[in-house]
């Protein structure tokens, strides 16, 4: 984004000034495109980096894919384990039966 601005110092003369911002707009895609990647947490990371590095694509593509990958192997192992904990929790022991004759459910049948 860049703007004229009059010279404090020189009269007539104008200077270009130049802001490196990232809109709303980039921080949703950004987001976006993390939250499909890598996750919620994926999400999180991408909008903070697109803020990081100012609005830059290449950059942040570069910090993305590693991250990327490194946060889907954080994901999966919570996933395992998680999923560890629940298996654990169904260790009820099931009975089994037992041959049961006619004499023993009625006596004196």
């Known amino acids: 984004m860049t703007t004229t601005t009059p010279d404090p110092i020189n009269n ?4 270009i000034l130049v802001r490196n911002t990232v809109t709303g707009f980039e921080q949703g895609i950004a987001a976006t495109a993390g ?3 890598a996750g919620p947490l994926g999400a999180i990371a991408s909008w903070a ?3 990081g590095v100012q609005g ?3 950059p942040w593509f ?3 894919v590693p991250a990327s990958i490194a946060i889907n192997i954080v994901n999966v ?3 395992v384990v998680v999923g560890g904990a629940f298996s654990q929790l169904d260790t009820t022991p099931t009975p089994t039966p037992s041959e049961t004759t006619q004499e023993q459910v009625y006596p004196g049948y």
């Open 62 to 64: 570069i910090l993305g």
């Open 35 to 37: 939250l499909f990647t």
């Open 49 to 51: 980096t697109i803020r």
């Open 56 to 58: 830059k694509w290449t």
């Open 77 to 79: 192992v919570a996933v």
């Open 12 to 15: 007539n003369q104008e200077r």
